[in-house]
T-cell receptor
């Protein structure tokens, strides 16, 4: 039972354009959502998070949007840079520290 | 920043042997550490949550007798894969949570690639 799903295994965008990564969840008990970035053979690095009481959180080039009614969140990166190329994981937490991860989306930003 | 290390970074072993993986928080104390495994092109799956000085809490479907977790100090947790088999080959990642930290203060190690022949 995959409670957090990232339906796009890969995404390719041009440098300078916007990257939009999507994530859907099924568990209505999730109240905290996070995005992690991961390079090959490395552990995930925290990027940005959002609480279920908000619908938007912005940090520099990264913005996360949460649509609770649709159980959907997205990560916007603008402008995209080649160094952003990595696997992005969406994760969710239900009132604690246990994280449930999505399958990840490989983002490739082409120069 | 908070740094988590893992040792070894990769290991190859024969079927039936046991392998120990260490996870250390280098510059902070972690009351809670987590162990994940990741198969190729799949998500990180939480295996267990370990708290310093107490028994680990395993996720459903994870064999506690096969994946032994010890959290002996606030900076060290170990995962021992006992009687490893080829299906145990995977990427094992630990994370450490800062004492009193929220969900976003979970710091991940670089991972350990286990290959069982």
């Amino acid at each position: 039972d995959q409670q957090v799903k990232q339906n796009s295994p890969s995404l390719s965008v041009q440098e300078g354009r916007i990257s939009i990564l999507n994530c859907d969840y099924t568990n209505s008990m999730f109240d905290y959502f996070l995005w992690y970035k991961k390079y090959p053979a490395e552990g995930p690095t925290f990027l940005i998070s959002i609480s279920s009481i908000k619908d938007k959180n912005e940090d520099g080039r990264f913005t996360v949007f949460l649509n609770k009614s649709a159980k959907h969140l997205s990560l916007h990166i603008v402008p995209s840079q080649p160094g952003d190329s990595a696997v992005y994981f969406c994760a969710a937490s239900d009132r604690g520290s246990r994280l449930t991860f999505g399958e990840g989306t490989q983002l490739t930003v082409n120069p | 920043g908070a740094v988590v290390s893992q040792h070894p970074s990769w290991v190859i072993c024969k079927s039936g042997t046991s392998v120990k993986i260490e996870c250390r928080s280098l510059d902070f104390q972690a009351t809670t550490m987590f162990w994940y495994r990741q198969f190729p092109k799949q998500s990180l799956m939480l295996m267990a949550t370990s708290n310093e000085g107490s028994k680990a809490t395993y996720e459903q479907g994870v064999e506690k007798d096969k994946f032994l977790i010890n959290h002996a100090s606030l900076t060290l947790s170990t995962l021992t894969v006992t009687s490893a088999h080829p299906e145990d080959s995977s990427f094992y990642i630990c994370s450490a949570s800062l004492s009193g930290g929220g969900t976003d203060t979970q710091y991940f190690g670089p991972g350990t690639r286990l290959t069982v022949l």
